[in-house]
Every structure is written in C-alpha cells, then in structure tokens.
C-alpha cells in the first residue's frame, strides 16, 4: 500500500456499528506505520470548494479510483488507521491529485 491509494476500512458509525466505507491513504505515520486518511463519501452536497476532491465521470482519475459512483474525497473527515485494518487497496488516484489534496490540508492548517 502507498499514499494515493483508495481503500475500504471499517468506520465507526453514530449507532454504535461499524461500516465498510472508502478511504484515501494520505501518509505513513512515523514509528507505527499507522495510516492517515481521509474518508470518501458520495454525499456531494457535503464538498467545500477549494478543499475537498469530486472525484466524478469527468476526473481524470475516476477510472482508476474503482469508486462506484460520483464521490468526493473529504479533507474534513481525517482519521488515523492501522495497517493491519486494511485489507487492500480498490483504486487509486494520480500523484498530481494527492498532491493537491494534500497541498490544501496543509494550507489550511497553516492559516
């Protein structure tokens, strides 16, 4: 697994479950090899502009993301994960994409 790549990990939900749900390897943490990452939803109404990634039909990468449906990649929803809680990746997004993302994480941190 590398950054850029798109996984399915279990996601705690509001109930008390647990649901399978999409997610961007943003980096490799140090010392544990935790990951951070970002979760992807198909919830467009929830995009903020000039933050998250749509990832739709007319995305460069939407193809090789294998995501089922319109998606967008939420910067907003960060979590960190253990290696041994992903089983594999599904797709995957360009360099120039994960750079962009990562590049307005960190833009909005520094404000």
Not at 20 to 34: E, N
Not at 41 to 70: A, M, Y
Not at 73 to 102: C, D, H, Y
Request: hydrophobic content about 40%; aromatic content about 6%.
């Amino acid at each position: 697994m590398k950054a850029g790549d798109i996984v399915i990990i279990p996601v705690p939900q509001s109930n008390g479950g647990v649901k399978k749900r999409p997610a961007l390897l943003l980096k490799k943490m140090p010392k544990y090899g935790d990951w951070l990452v970002c979760g992807i939803s198909t919830q467009l109404h929830q995009f903020i502009n000039g933050f998250d990634e749509k990832l739709d039909v007319n995305h460069p990468d939407f193809k090789k993301s294998r995501l089922k449906k319109s998606s967008i990649v939420r910067l907003a929803f960060l979590a960190t994960i253990e290696s041994n809680q992903i089983p594999g990746t599904i797709g995957k997004v360009s360099a120039n994409t994960l750079k962009k993302l990562k590049s307005n994480l960190s833009n909005y941190i520094a404000k």
